[in-house]
């Protein structure tokens, strides 16, 4: 698992260094129309969403306590590529949205850059309790000595330790989620008060 943990990552690592080199490097980019930069970029744009939706996967399962984190991460480079392609869309002479989308895409490689720094640093050190129960699984792989009763107690504490601290990240999530919730319905309240005032 971490070894193509490790192979996915240098995988967007190489996508990316290819779109910084053939597409945001060079004044001759800033003159491509919305539709010849879109075409150009498209399918690399495409296969990065795809790996960093893999390397999610990953990254929750490594280091479940961090899983806010990586969402967050995660959000905000779709938002960013959602970005660039809309604004080849926007209403706009061709040489401002080839312009503009440009800024936005070398945005999203800025940001799948610190996404992959995140990766290796997760994938060198993982949550103790995931560390462990990867190194049983390759020990009853090789020839490596049998797992015993003594390993086996000290990591089902760790596990128990995961499970507590999954669950209180779930009550958290609940508990904004209600917060969210109740503040949107004054807000529409406030909202719809004030339009009836003015009527």
């Known amino acids: 698992m971490i070894h193509r943990f490790g192979n996915r990552i240098d995988e967007l690592e190489g996508v990316l260094r ?3 080199i ?13 539709e ?3 075409g150009k970029t498209s399918e690399r744009v495409s296969l990065v969403s795809d790996l960093i939706d893999e390397l999610k996967e990953y990254l929750f399962i490594l280091k479940p306590e961090s899983v806010p984190t990586f969402q967050r991460h995660v959000t905000g480079i779709h938002e960013r590529l ?10 706009a002479d061709d040489e401002h949205r080839s312009h503009v989308s440009i800024d936005e895409l070398r945005q999203a ?11 290796r640093e997760t994938r060198e050190n993982p949550s103790e309790v995931i560390n462990e129960i990867l190194t049983l699984r390759e020990n ?7 797992v015993t009763q003594d390993k086996m107690g000290p990591l089902g504490d760790l596990l ?9 990240l779930k009550e958290l999530h609940a508990e904004i989620g209600g917060q969210l919730e109740a503040l949107k319905k004054e807000y529409d309240e406030l909202y719809f008060g004030l339009k ?4």
Do not use: N, Y
Not at 160 to 168: F, M, N, R, V, Y
């Open 109 to 119: 490689l800025v940001e799948i850059s610190d996404f992959i720094i995140l990766c």
């Open 140 to 146: 009853q792989a090789t020839d490596a000595p049998p």
């Open 22 to 34: 053939d597409i945001t490097t060079g004044t001759f980019v800033d003159r491509l129309s919305p």
């Open 160 to 168: 128990k330790g995961a499970q507590a601290s999954h669950g209180k």
């Open 18 to 20: 290819e779109i910084a």
């Open 36 to 38: 010849e930069l879109w």
């Open 82 to 91: 959602d970005v660039f392609q809309e604004t080849l869309k926007m209403d």
């Open 196 to 199: 009836k005032k003015e009527e």
